[in-house]
């Protein structure tokens, strides 16, 4: 089944909400990508996807991919140079740890949903909204 199929249009419109919610206070970017497989190590189809959706292109260097294999049971997190400096070692791993636990519960879309509002927090810390800040990734959730 593809992807696409999945994911309801209420899980995804859950989603969206909480990269919307978690990027008011920031100028980070969050983006969410959802594979059926990942035919290469999840690392680096996540970068792949990365630099696909064009993430390195943000001013402070501050995007951020949840990127998920479905029927692989993978998920890797991706972020940029200038949030990478920033947050503690470990960082990510403790987020996908979480969103495991939350898929081995079937709680896909809520382990998604909880791994933007964590990744939101600290984008705000580390790069606040400034007053001339715009959204430079869409929001929208990617299939591939």
């Known amino acids: 089944m593809s992807p696409e199929k999945q994911i309801t249009a209420g899980q995804r419109?859950?989603?969206?909400?909480?990269?919307?919610?978690?990027e008011q206070g920031t100028s980070g970017e969050i983006r969410v990508h959802i594979a059926g497989h990942?035919?290469?190590?999840?690392?680096?189809?996540?970068?792949?996807?990365?630099?696909r959706l064009k993430m390195h292109k943000t001013?402070?260097?501050?995007?951020?991919?949840?990127?998920?294999?479905?029927?692989?049971?993978?998920?890797?997190?991706?972020?940029?140079?200038?949030?990478n400096s920033?947050?503690?070692?470990?960082?990510?791993?403790?987020?996908?740890?979480?969103?495991?636990?939350?898929?081995r519960q079937g709680r896909v879309s809520e382990g998604i949903c909880e791994?933007?509002?964590?990744?939101?927090?600290?984008?705000?810390?580390h790069f606040p909204r400034g007053e001339e800040d715009k959204n430079e990734l869409p929001d929208e959730i990617s299939f591939g």
């Open 115 to 125: 791994a933007i509002r964590r990744v939101g927090e600290q984008l705000k810390i």
């Open 38 to 51: 990942c035919k290469e190590n999840i690392l680096d189809g996540a970068s792949r996807t990365f630099a």
């Open 59 to 83: 001013a402070l260097r501050n995007g951020v991919l949840i990127y998920v294999a479905l029927q692989d049971r993978q998920l890797a997190i991706i972020g940029d140079a200038g949030i």
């Open 86 to 103: 920033t947050v503690p070692a470990g960082f990510w791993d403790g987020i996908k740890e979480q969103m495991v636990e939350q898929f």
């Open 13 to 22: 419109k859950e989603m969206v909400a909480a990269i919307r919610e978690a």
